[in-house]
């Protein structure tokens, strides 16, 4: 990175409403930077000239950095390719009859990538993602459950489990 887009984020720019502590300390950074590196010159007048925002001046509110989501899908794979996933998709937001598609590996994270086999649960979410600068971007959001899926074996011995207790208890 260059010295002086290094410098143009540590020294705040010099406005009407700066302190004259302020364009003291500018003007200080600035002669020993120019004296160490002439070529440097002609970029910190131009940072100087463009008004900048610095970050202390900047203050995010708390309420942006969210996600709004618009629809929501619970997706149980049911094919894995070489390159994608056929998927089940259960409507979150709304009753409604299932739906197939097929996913991209691009579109899954590195993490979650492993995760992906046949029987697999993940979560899809589409909606709008607002930044702390107010930047608002639509987004749609895949992520992998991470807790493991029943086998069988396990179904089975609940199913003995139960009925075990429920002879116990009279109930059949």
Sequence with gaps: MPKAQILSYLVPPISDSGSVKDANLYN???ERTVSADPLLKDSMIRR?????ISHEKFKAKPHQNIFISLQKWEGIVIDVMDDAFLARLIDLTQKGTDEEAEFS???I???DKPLIRSGAIFYW???YHTSYSGQRTRTSLIRFRRLPAWTQREIDAAKREAERIGKAL???
């Design 28 to 30: 200080m950074l600035m």
């Design 125 to 127: 979410n589409i909606g």
């Design 109 to 111: 994270s590195e993490e």
């Design 48 to 52: 100087h000239e463009t008004n900048v």
């Design 105 to 107: 590996f691009d579109e």
């Design 170 to 172: 009279g109930w059949q």
